[in-house]
């Protein structure tokens, strides 16, 4: 079983944001976009995984330039698998108006300043982490109880 995200980028005082289907738990998926903006930057970083792709099947910040198994898969050298346009389309955006009806567990969002994670079953936010400050401990973030 997959646990699914959203990777978002913030769009004015809200976010707009793009499916991942696998390893979305912060310890993993928090841990790569941290990677990945913190190498690439965050406007590259939001540009690849929120603009240039319409959804993701993992990401990998360590990811080699293979040959996919599937025509619907693109590989994305340095940030993992992304499906094409069998996958999804540029039209489909998951926004805070209809995220808890996307099966999905936790949205990323990528801002400037940092990056929010949200657990999206009981609505709370798991933190804002800045760039510019030391990379958070996805396994204590993963780990926080639910909102009483």
Not at 76 to 94: F, L, P, T
Not at 124 to 132: I, S, T, V
Request: charged share 25%; net charge negative; glycine share 6%.
């Amino acid at each position: 079983m997959s646990t699914r995200s959203i990777i978002a980028k913030q769009h004015g005082d809200s976010w707009v944001g793009r499916y991942a289907h696998w390893d979305g738990y912060p310890s993993h998926q928090g841990a790569s976009i941290w990677r990945i903006v913190q190498r690439d930057g965050w406007e590259v970083a939001t540009r690849v995984l929120v603009d240039d792709h319409f959804y993701w099947s993992s990401l990998d910040p360590l990811q080699l330039p293979t040959r996919p198994t599937e025509t619907r898969w693109e590989v994305v050298e340095g940030y993992g698998i992304a499906g094409n346009e069998e996958q999804a389309s540029a039209d489909e955006w998951y926004t805070p108006n209809d995220y808890k009806e996307s099966w999905c567990e936790y949205v990323y969002v990528i801002s400037k300043a940092g990056l929010l994670v949200i657990r999206i079953h009981d609505e709370m936010p798991l933190g804002f982490f800045r760039w510019n400050e030391p990379e958070p401990n996805w396994e204590s973030v993963q780990n926080t109880p639910a909102a009483v």
